[in-house]
Every structure is written in C-alpha cells, then in structure tokens.
C-alpha cells in the first residue's frame, strides 16, 4: 500500500515537472522562433538588397555609356524597354529576371537638362518588394549621363 | 495473491507509460536541438555563399574603378588590372577567387597569388564600352557589368 | 527487497529533475543557435549597407563630375567661336572652380576631382579640341584614388645607422 502511495507521488510529481518543464519550453521556444525568423527576415532582406544594388549598378554604369535607358536596361537585365517615356516600371522574381509574376518592381525615373553643348540626363533607379501586401523599397541609386550630341560619356 | 499481481501489473504499467513519456519529451527536445542546427547551418551557408560572391564583386568593380589600364588575361577568366604603380592579377582557381600583386612590366600570369574569397568561376568580357563581371559560387552567381575608364 | 521497492524508493522510473536539466540543455542550445544565426546576418548586413553607403557616395560624385564636364563642354563649344580655342577655353576655365586647364598639342587638357568620401576622390582628366560637338572632348583619366592623407603617421623604420 506505501509501495503504491510512493509510485502514484512520484508520477505526480514527474507529470507536474513534465507540464511545468513543457510550459517554460512553450514560453521560451516562443522568443528563440522569434530572434529565427527575423535572423531568417533579415538575411532574405539583405539579400535581395545585394542583388538589387549589384542590377542598380550595372544599369547605371550601362546608362552612363550610352546616356539611353532603353539599352541600359537591355544590357543590364536584358528587358526590352520599348515606348519610354520617362518613366517606366520593370516586373522582377525573385532572381532579378524580368518576368510576368513579379516578386520585385524596378522602377526607372530619368530627367533630362539641356546644356549649352548637349544633355545631362539623371536617372533613378528603383527596387521595391511586392511580395508582400505593401511595396518595400529594397534599393535606391541616382545616376547620371552627359550626352555631347553623340553618344554619352564617362 | 490476485490483488497483489493486478497491483504489481498496475505498477509497471505506470512505470512504462511515464517511461514512455519521458523517452517521448526527450526525443522531441533533441529534434528541436537538431532543427535548430539545420536551420543556423541553412541560413549561415546560404548567406555566406550570397555575401562572399557579392562581396567579390564589388571588389573587382572598384578594382576596375581606380584602374588605369586592364588587360584580360586567359580568354577572360583572369584580368590585370594596373593601379596606382601596382598590377594586380585577379583570377579564378582551386575553388577559390585569387590575386597577385606585381609591378607594371611584370610577368602576367594567373598563378601564385593570395585567396580573396571562395568561388568557382569567374569571368571578364567586354562588350559596348563595358566589362561584364560574373563570378559564380557554385550554389549562387553574380553579375555586374562596369564601364571601361 | 525486490525490485519495485528499490524503484518505489528512488522515486518511480525517472527521477524527478532529469526532464529540467534536459529542458534547461535544450533551451540553452536553441538559444545559442538563434542567437549565432542573427549575428551572423547582422553583422554581414551591416557591412552590406556599409558597401552600398559607398555605392551611393560614388555615384554622386560621378553625377558631379559630368555635371562639370557638361559645363566645360558648353564653355568649349563658346570658345569655338573666338579667335583661339585654346586661349579662350584657357581663360574660360579659369573661372570654374577646382579645375585646371593646360595646353598640349592640339587641344587643351582639363583636369578636376570630385571628392568621393574622406578618403577617395574620384579624379578626372579631359583633353578638349577644337572640333565640333561629339569630337569635342575625349576623356583620358575617369578613376576613383585615395586621397594623400597629411600627417599620415609611418612606421619609422631603422636604417641601419648609428642609434642615438
């Protein structure tokens, strides 16, 4: 009879540790998810910066050569920018290819000065996040293109 | 003697069942150890491997932007790049993006130089007044395209 | 004494307190793993906005540079119609701050910086003709350098002469 009082405390006891124990486990498994998923939010935020600084770039450093942010954009990504008027906005995946589905919005803004002997032009460019409910700017450079009355310089 | 046995069963069974349970909560605390891991390892490797080709990139570019004068080097997967009285050979080999150091004049070859980053590929080309960088890491690849100085 | 009385003694089949320290094992193990994970990002995110800040910095001051160029352009296309391009490019530059004009064979070199950051200066060398717009410039020197930094502190190193 003591034999089966002792069994039955001591299960009582292992079960209280066990929902005391789940319970802390509950609680601090709730904070580690956390500090994952913004380590996680964080590292897909970053990159997708990267690859948008690296496009921003190569589409301001073909802009500066040709002072045309049609063949910029050709160059760069490979899009056909045709009827540009300005501006423009460029549907992205995920990998920075221009595609239907677009999980990134490139936006293109070009204003162009005329100069005693040709035209200085500023571009800017874009990267916004649609894959959520509201666009995320991810990436923003300005550049700019001097074209003499040939083609552009610098 | 009938009491005693059901009692004795009953013991044991007791036994098992938080046996049983412990066994359980063990196992799961050792998988969320184990997914943990995983995921630590996941996000550390994938980042790296984004970074370190990234990384790379903007090296080469901003090499190329104090450049004085580039020469491509192995149909385009080594480049000397001449700055500032130096020549800095930058090539791709042994898993790994390279450079050597040497001065104007020197002997150019993509050999015996000092590890930047890991890669697997890299290659230079030149086309419309511009260099087209990629380096390729393997899992990930990077494009950059520079205009020539 | 049999067997059920040793466990009953020892307080069942599993002891009280082996279900914490493997909890308290485990929780530390997740910690750590969360903690190295978010670390790892940060810190390689912070040396990307570090990179992307400088990305910035140079396209404004080449946007700056070709803001300059432009001007001097304008002012070469003006001097065509005086007497001598390069006497009157020369003189017109002159009043352009932070660029310096000289005259070589066939054409005027025009020389400027733009600074990039504290350290960097994104340096420019032009030479202008006396031809019509399109042919009017070609660019020799577009690069980003480090800037001389005065009172930049070397090693002093010992030469071999006597010590004092």
Known sequence: MIRLKVNRRSNVLLYAEMIIALLFFVISFAVIIRVFASADSLERRSRQRQSAALCAQSIAEAYSVSGDVQKAVSLALGADLRDFTGSAEIGLDSGFYPADSSDVILRLDEQKQDTAAGIYSELVVEFFDNSGDDEELIYSLKCGAYVPGGAAVG | MKDHRARSMGDTASAVGSMLLFVLFAVCMLMAVAVAADTYSRIKTGYQQSFGTAASIKYISNKLRAAENVTLLEDGSAAAIESAGTVSVIYCGDGGLYEKNTVPGGELTADGGELISAASSLEFSEHDGLYEITVDSGVSSSVILVRKG | ?164
């Open chain 3, 1 to 164: 004494m049999d067997n059920t009385e040793k466990k009953g003694r020892s307080g069942g089949t599993v002891g009280v307190g082996y279900i914490s320290i493997m909890l308290i094992f485990t929780v530390i193990c997740l910690t750590i793993f969360a903690v190295l994970s978010f670390q790892a990002v940060y810190s390689s995110d912070k040396m990307t906005s570090r990179s992307d800040g400088f990305t910035q910095q140079y396209y404004t001051a080449d946007m700056e540079a070709k803001k300059t160029l432009s001007k001097l352009d304008g002012l070469a296309a003006e001097a065509l119609d005086g007497f001598s391009f390069e006497d009157g490019f020369i003189e017109a530059v002159s009043g352009v701050e932070g660029v310096s004009a000289a005259r070589i064979a066939g054409g005027v070199r025009v020389e400027f910086s733009q600074a990039i950051n504290e350290r960097q200066t994104l340096a420019v060398s032009v030479v202008f003709f006396s031809a019509p717009s399109g042919e009017r410039f070609r660019i020799e020197k577009w690069n980003s350098t480090e800037k001389e930094i005065s009172g930049e502190s070397h090693p002093s190193v010992w030469d071999g002469g006597d010590l004092v």
